[in-house]
């Protein structure tokens, strides 16, 4: 090869690599209207804080002069502001983004979301397109799995639960941990699949080994890493982050199902921000969104956006998940049996 080849070659490979990712009909103009608004505020429970702060640093940087202001709470706690904000007529948030379905569909029963169907709904996995709302008032943005989780540093592989029924195995009283529905959209969704599996009799049986209790999923990684517990219901994404930091955590995909997390995004219809919102909602659907989510051990949800090394890909794993009408009705009704059965 010669020496302007190998120029050529080189030229055209940078070039390759400097191709930003392809705009969406549209983009230019949303921007400049985005730029007039300058931020938006943006609800969330879909991540942990570290996740939410990379992908509002991700927008920034695609997006300059709009500053992206997340608050991320548990999907409870979230909703609840919301319902205040809306309530008090405050324009506060203009992106809503919860674990649990069943708040959109409240939201949207309510009059509280501005319908928009994004232009990047071509980037979503196949997959996820039934868990979007046919009148457009919401759209899936995140997934992810509820598996077991456990300390390599005091249980061998061999040792660890395979089935969600072996977490009230009497072997285990004393070093389960859990998360809380009355909190958490993860956790609702996790209680009311189990309850359709094995009946509440499961988390009678559960209750017998004490497990600890945290609000957020992600409390129960804390708890891991603290051997405050030793196995646990937890999420996939902050387990594998935490194990990636070099911490003594592994999961089991259950046999009899890991249980699926679809979480959906909406625009508030008095958005203050709604060209920054829109904006965002295309953003949340693009390559660079998602690439940042693996970064952080997410499941991505584009199409072209491969898993974390080491990660399985949701259409390699069984999973398991409730029914819109089952979430939105079983959630408030698992909150109270909880209560009743573990005391808070």
Known sequence: ?????????????????????????????????AKKEKELTWYTAHYNTETAAGICQGFEKKYPGIACKYVRTTAQVAYQRLAQDMKANLAQASVFSSTDVSHLGKAKQDGWLMRYKPKNLTELVDAFKPYNDPDDAYVATAAGLVLITYNTAAVAANEAPKKWTDLADPRWKGKVSIGHPGFSGYVGTWVVQMKKLYGWDFFKKLELNKPRIGRSINDTVTMLNAK?????????????????????????????????????TAIMKNAPSPSAAKLFV???????????????????????????????????????????????????????????????
Not at 6 to 16: D, G, K, Y
Not at 230 to 236: D, N, Q, T, W, Y
Not at 297 to 314: E, L, R, T, Y
């Open 282 to 344: 295309e953003y949340l659907l693009s390559r660079e969104c998602n690439e940042i989510q693996v970064q952080h051990a997410q499941d991505p949800v584009n199409k072209h956006v491969k898993p974390m090394a080491g990660g399985k890909s949701i259409a390699e794993v069984k999973t398991i998940r409730p029914s819109y009408q089952e979430i939105e009705k079983g959630i408030p009704e698992v909150k109270e049996l909880f209560r009743d059965t573990f005391g808070i």
């Open 1 to 33: 090869m010669t020496m302007r080849h190998r120029s050529l070659l080189l030229l055209v490979t940078a070039l390759l690599f400097a191709v930003p990712a392809a705009a969406f009909d549209g983009e230019k103009d949303l921007y400049e209207a």
């Open 228 to 264: 405050e517990s030793l196995v646990a219901a937890g999420p996939s994404a902050t387990t594998l982050e935490s194990k990636a930091k070099g911490n003594p955590l592994a999961v089991v995909y259950p046999e009899d199902g890991a249980v699926l997390m679809v979480s959906p």
